[in-house]
């Protein structure tokens, strides 16, 4: 079975749960810990893949590192180790992610620009795209791109919204070339 449907499978069940127990927000909160976990330390999921280790033994060094976590994502967690599928953590991680912001009307955004963008300028680009796209906010994460020369470019799932300086001279320099034939 493909890898994004087992842990958007795993994903829904962990939110189900989570919104029973009313922890939706306490729930991602951890997860985004565990995946930071996972990220910084590319050889944890080494360790945790290695078939000589037992998954009892896995169990325990997971339990050790992560004792602060709820018994919810733990048990996740202990789940994926028994089911040799923890490499997909990351993807359950976004999944989940996914499913409390469409709880929440709110999505994800990537705004590129030429300079870190202000406060101020983030909340005018949320509350201006939100509503194209219905929802209530955007949780904006801002990449600087210097190749922009101006303007921004938002990606919003798998919408792009350009407004750059480089797009907007490469659309006149398309159109001048089509006209030279």
Not at 49 to 57: C, F, L, S, Y
Not at 67 to 77: D, G
Not at 108 to 124: F, G, H, R
């Amino acid at each position: 079975m493909n890898q994004s449907v087992v842990a958007k499978r795993y994903a829904l069940a962990l939110f189900q749960l989570a919104t029973e127990k009313q922890m939706i927000d306490e729930i991602q909160g951890q997860l985004e810990i565990v995946q930071q976990v996972f990220k910084d330390n590319p050889e944890l999921l080494d360790v945790l893949t290695h078939p000589k280790i037992t998954v009892e033994r896995k169990k325990q060094f997971v339990h050790t590192a992560l004792a602060e976590l709820a018994p919810t994502v733990q048990n996740t967690i202990f789940l994926l180790l028994e089911r040799h599928r923890i490499e997909i953590v990351e993807d359950i991680v976004a999944e989940y992610r996914f499913l409390a912001n469409e709880v929440r009307g709110v999505a994800d955004a990537i705004v590129y620009s030429v300079k870190p963008l202000t406060a101020e300028e983030e909340k005018a680009i949320s509350e201006s795209f939100a509503s194209k796209v219905g929802k209530h906010t955007l949780n904006i994460s801002n990449i600087v791109d210097k190749s922009l020369i101006g303007g921004v470019k938002l990606r919003i799932g798998n919408r792009i919204y350009d407004g750059s300086i480089s797009s907007k001279l490469e659309t006149i320099h398309r159109g001048l070339l089509a006209h030279r034939s």
